[in-house]
């Protein structure tokens, strides 16, 4: 993450000086009642439109075909006011459906993927506009980023074969990370000087805002159905498992001769063909539906992995998390933008790791130095280890599962904004740096409507070294809709009876969700907790939103891959 100390974070906007702080909150409840009433009466017309369109293709003709409904000027004017209303940037939703090019019948469904369109066409706009600024590292990460969200923009344009409720949880996924790509695209230019990075903020402005929309209206469309049950609306018939979870996983994680069951060994030592991580993954079959597996013999390999967006459903099995290691040393503080520096990172779709070692040796004084990156969708990562400093573990988007894994670190250490669930792992703050604090979470959620956030699950935290001087603290709010649970877990005495921390001034922002629920141990009293209204103490219901089951839906992928999970509380 980009802050490399608590004293200065060049690359994140403040929220504001705490003397304006009163002010700034009477305004946005202004606000916030303003839109209430905007909403609430733009839902009873988004609700009229649904009930049309849902009777409108259920009745046919009189000659036995359905009738398309007449997009005429005053129904698409108030469709499209209906569902942009539901969004942050109503303006920019009304004003770029209301130009676009609608054929055929109106109704939500063709207004939401309207708005997708919309947005990569935006994207795609924006991108050629920053390839005309010259060459940085930044910009080589910003196009990587905006590629990364055309792609799953893409993809929840062509998503038609699923059942109404997982088309849903995924559309959300996709579209949160495209929402996430763009963000870090922005922050990747924090310490350039603000002019310029005020003009590409400017740049995807309309990228961002456009995305932002295309994820309200699904929620908003999403929320009317599912309350007045009318779920046939996008409906389809198919309800079949990811493919790439197949049913021999489990054999594979238990195997005791991994040598047989692997598609590649490698070995360090010269007694296989692969030396290194990198040629086994050269040799993996692009968009596989296929379990593709890849065994690591021991050893430590220094180099810096990357599985690429195209290598789909790999299984990378060590001999252990303390004897297969992959090691790397890249660093801000040496010129490395935070989302290269990672020595292992992941972006294709259904990933598994178990038994293996990420570590990140460049040290406290490097700063931002990540050992394990993931935006692999629905990917698991089971007896891990992850060892670094700050920024040790970036889980960056979209759905990720951590069991039995040992993270160590010291600044925001685990971070990123996926929706991941971290579950029965030893979780090690470590000394940092002299005159810094420890802060286990740094959770970035940049949107109300996206589906992300970390959470802690019957994890263990204890110190790792001598930490009897250092302050620790569960979080700090990073983004403005921060989303982190700490739930039944063990705290040790090293976190602050104050549990959470400030990102600036002596507050968080009205907006973020922290909670706490049944932790135990010294660390665990709730009496002298900050005084924040996104800090909340919840009871069981709300927890159950951020188990595997209701947070991640992981029930059906996880227990195919053969890894132990606890689906509820």
């Known amino acids: 993450m980009a802050a490399a100390t608590f004293g200065s974070v060049p690359s994140i906007k403040a929220y504001g000086k705490v003397n304006e702080a009163d002010q700034e909150r009477l305004e946005a409840r202004q606000r916030t009642r303003k839109r209430i009433v905007i909403i609430s009466l733009s839902t009873v017309i988004l609700v009229a439109v649904i009930v049309a369109a849902v009777l409108g293709t259920g009745h ?133 000087t603000e002019q310029y990075q005020v003009h590409v903020a400017e740049t995807l402005k309309n ?65 296989s063909r692969y030396k290194t991580i990198k040629a086994a993954l050269e040799a993996v079959p692009d968009k596989s539906k296929d379990r593709f597996i890849i065994y690591v013999k021991k050893g430590i390999y220094n180099e810096n992995v990357r599985v690429e967006k195209s290598k789909w459903n790999v299984m990378m099995v060590g001999d252990g998390k303390d004897a297969t290691r992959v090691s790397g040393s890249e660093n801000f503080v040496d010129g490395t933008p935070t989302f290269q520096t990672a020595t292992f990172a992941v972006f294709g779709r259904g990933f598994i790791a178990s038994d293996m070692g990420f570590f990140n040796t460049a040290g406290a004084s490097k700063h931002q130095a990540v ?64 005159g810094q604090q420890d802060t286990i979470t740094a959770q970035g959620k940049v949107d109300p409507n996206q589906n992300t956030g970390i959470s802690i699950h019957n994890c263990s935290i204890t110190p790792f070294g001598n930490m009897t001087s250092v302050r620790t603290y569960l979080g700090r709010p990073w983004k403005a809709y921060s989303t982190t649970i700490f739930m039944k877990s ?61 947070f991640i839906h992981g029930d059906k992928w996880i227990s195919k891959a053969g890894v132990k999970f606890t689906s509820g509380l």
């Not at 060459?135 to 893409?154: K, R």
């Not at 074969?161 to 922005?186: F, M, N, Q, R």
């Not at 069991?403 to 250490?413: A, K, P, Q, S």
């Not at 929706?419 to 470590?430: E, G, Y």
């Open 207 to 271: 990228s961002t805002e456009f995305t932002s929309n295309s994820l309200a209206i699904l929620s908003g469309i999403f929320n009317v159905l599912d309350s007045f049950k009318m779920r046939r609306l996008m409906s389809h018939p198919s309800d079949e498992l990811p493919y790439w979870m197949s049913s021999k996983d489990r054999k594979l994680l238990q195997s005791s001769d991994r040598r047989k069951t692997a598609n590649i060994v490698v070995a360090k030592d010269g007694s």
């Open 490 to 550: 063990m705290l040790d005495k090293i976190i602050d009876p104050t549990g959470w921390m400030p990102w600036t001034g002596t507050s968080a922002p009205d907006t973020i969700f922290y909670a706490e629920f049944q932790n135990y141990g010294p660390g665990s009293s709730t009496k002298d907790r900050v005084k924040w209204k996104g800090l909340r103490f919840i009871k069981d219901k709300q927890a159950q939103k951020f188990t595997v089951k209701s």
């Open 60 to 192: 046919g003709s009189s000659d036995g075909k359905s009738k398309s409904a007449d997009p005429g000027p005053n129904s698409l004017s108030t469709s499209i006011k209906a569902v942009c209303q539901l969004t942050q940037y109503p303006d920019s939703c009304h004003e770029s459906l209301s130009h676009a090019d609608i054929t055929g019948k109106v109704d939500p469904q063709s207004l939401f993927q309207l708005s997708m369109q919309v947005a990569m066409d935006a994207i795609l706009k924006a991108s050629k506009v920053l390839q005309k600024l010259g060459a940085s590292p930044a910009l080589a990460d910003c196009q990587e980023l905006l590629d990364l969200a055309v792609d799953q923009i893409n993809g929840s344009l062509s998503t038609p074969h699923i059942t109404l409720p997982e088309a849903v949880e995924d559309l959300k996924t996709w579209l949160s990370a495209a929402g996430t790509y763009l963000d870090t695209c922005v922050d990747g230019f924090g310490n350039t």
């Open 371 to 434: 050992a394990l990156m993931t935006d692999s969708d629905q990917s698991i990562y089971y007896r891990c280890r992850v060892d670094a400093y700050q920024d040790s573990l970036y889980v960056h988007s979209l759905r990720q599962f951590f069991r039995e894994c040992d993270i160590y670190g010291t600044v925001d250490f685990i971070f990123g904004n996926a929706a991941a669930v971290l579950q029965n792992c030893n979780i090690r703050p470590r000394v940092p740096m002299k």
